[in-house]
Nanobody, 126 residues
Framework: QVQLVESGGGLVQTGGSLRLSCAAS????????MGWFRQAPGEEREFVAT????????FYKDSVKGRFTISRDDATNTVFLQMNNLKPEDTAVYYC???????????????????WGQGTQVTVSS
């Protein structure tokens, strides 16, 4: 059983930065993906960024490209999300997730992810 623990959320002004961390206990196996989704009030959960472990492929939501960077630490099985130049529309609860998407075209689909963290709030003030 994979358990995920997120940290690093908070309140920041527009243009500021935050770094989220997600530590996985119970190492996933196979060609899994580990990444981040977010959900704003009244909205559906949406893909932000993910890391497909085998092949080291990364994927980003278009609106965060150039501002967010996903990275990993293999020794601790941790994934990070460095968020720069934050905007009010980035405000949401951010969730870490692990899954086994059936192909690269499905890595952005939340239904492909089986394990989820508890979420961490990110608030960007204008």
């Amino acid at each position: 059983q994979v358990q995920l623990v997120e940290s690093g959320g908070g309140l920041v002004q527009t243009g500021g930065s935050l770094r989220l961390s997600c530590a996985a206990s119970g190492r996933p196996f196979g060609e899994y993906a580990m990444g981040w989704f977010r959900q704003a009030p009244g909205e559906e959960r949406e893909f932000v960024a993910t890391f497909r472990w085998r092949g080291s492929m990364t994927f980003y939501k278009d609106s965060v490209k150039g501002r967010f960077t996903i990275s990993r630490d293999d020794a601790t099985n941790t994934v990070f999300l460095q968020m720069n130049n934050l905007k009010p529309e980035d405000t949401a609860v951010y969730y870490c997730a692990v899954g086994w998407p059936a192909g690269t075209t499905r890595v952005t689909n939340p239904s492909e992810y089986m394990h989820w963290g508890q979420g961490t709030q990110v608030t960007v003030s204008s």
